[in-house]
Each structure stands twice: as structure tokens, then as C-alpha cells.
């Protein structure tokens, strides 16, 4: 969000250079500066742990027969799939707005989570902190924000998920090389 007025009385904001900052906006009444930083969200490829009936968490499959948890949310597209996603709210870490965005969007349960790669969105202001989360299936929950649900299988999705203004493809694909490029040994 970019600040035209102070928060705090109400005057029009300079733009004064602050160090090695640069340029930031300043209120010359109550001296205080203000900066432009991006929102910060979570966006989460959720991963079926369930590997041939074994549970052990260490066991991630490394074939390509990984099931994934897209979303249809018609406010976003009616026609596309999409990973998880959400902002991050006050007091909480990037992990902990992972396992509750999933569970709020989902119903399902966070058991382990990894920190993959981030993304920029210039027309919104945000920046997303992509994780790979997994959890044990189990069923769906209900939110006013997700109109479907499905697993689905990793090889299956290229033709319904959202690939334009959208990061749901490109951070599922970072989240599948994470997942592969791994030992045994997720930790977090
Ligand atoms: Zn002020």
C-alpha cells in the first residue's frame, strides 16, 4: 500500500532520502518516516504424505505418482486450479500462517512444512514465501473463500492449473525439484 498521508495527523507525506534506504516518505510534522514495503503472504503446495500405506514421514515418494490438493476459487478463476495461498497476519511466523491457512482453505492438517522459493507480484504490492507442505489426508473442510477441492495427481495438472498472473504451476514444479533434489530427511 503506498501511504499519500500520515497515519498519524493526517498531513501530506514528503519523500526525504534516508540513508541507504534512498528515497522513503516523510511527515515533516510528527518527523516520522514511512516505508512501502510489500504485503507478505503464504502460497502452499499441499502434498498427499500418504506413500503405498506407509506413514513414516521420511518416506516422500519420489516418483512422479505425488497426489497434490489444487483449490477452485472462482474469485480468482472459474476455470483454473490453485495452490493454497494466503496473507500472513500479525504475531505469526510463515510457518504457522501455513498450517493455518491450509487448514482454514482445506480442513486438512499440516504435519510437516519447507520453506521452497519466493515470488514477487508486482501489481499487488505482495510478496509470497512458497512452502511445501504435507499432511495425511482427511476430509475436506468448508470456507466461504474455496468453492472445490481435489487431490490430484502430480502428472495430471498441467492443463488445469493457473499459469497466467498466477504462481500456482511454477511453485508446484520448485516444490516437485525440491522434493526430488532431497535425501530422505525433510526437516522443520
Ligand atoms: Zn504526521
Not at 528515497?23 to 516520522?32: L, V, Y
Not at 489444487?70 to 501455513?98: D, M, P, R
Not at 514444479?173 to 533434489?181: L, P, V
Request: glycine share 6%; hydrophobic share 35%; with cysteine.
Amino acid at each position: 500500500m503506498k501511504l499519500e498521508y500520515c497515519c498519524q495527523c493526517g498531513a501530506k507525506l514528503i519523500k526525504r532520502e534516508i540513508g541507504d534506504e534512498g528515497i522513503a516518505s516523510f511527515c515533516e510534522k510528527c518527523s516520522k518516516y514511512y516505508f512501502d514495503n510489500p504485503k507478505c503472504c503464504v502460497l502452499i503446495s499441499i502434498i498427499n504424505n500418504e506413500v503405498n500405506g506407509d506413514n513414516n514421514i521420511n518416506n516422500i515418494n519420489k516418483t512422479n505418482d505425488k497426489k497434490v490438493l489444487l483449490l477452485k476459487q472462482n474469485y480468482i478463476s472459474t476455470e483454473k486450479w490453485t495452490l493454497c495461498s494466503g496473507y500472513v497476519q500479525h504475531g505469526e511466523t510463515f510457518e504457522q500462517a501455513v498450517s493455518r491457512e491450509v487448514l482454514e482453505e482445506t480442513g486438512q492438517i499440516v504435519i510437516k512444512s519447507n520453506y521452497v522459493k519466493s515470488y514477487y507480484r508486482e501489481d499487488k504490492g505482495i510478496i509470497m514465501a512458497g512452502f511445501v507442505a504435507f499432511v495425511q489426508p482427511c476430509e475436506f473442510g468448508v470456507s466461504k473463500e474455496v468453492d472445490d477441492l481435489r487431490w490430484f495427481n502430480y502428472n495430471d495438472v498441467d492443463s488445469i492449473i493457473a499459469k497466467d498472473n498466477n504462481f500456482s504451476y511454477e511453485h508446484l514444479n520448485a516444490c516437485m525439484d525440491f522434493i526430488n533434489s532431497k535425501e530422505t530427511n525433510f526437516y522443520i
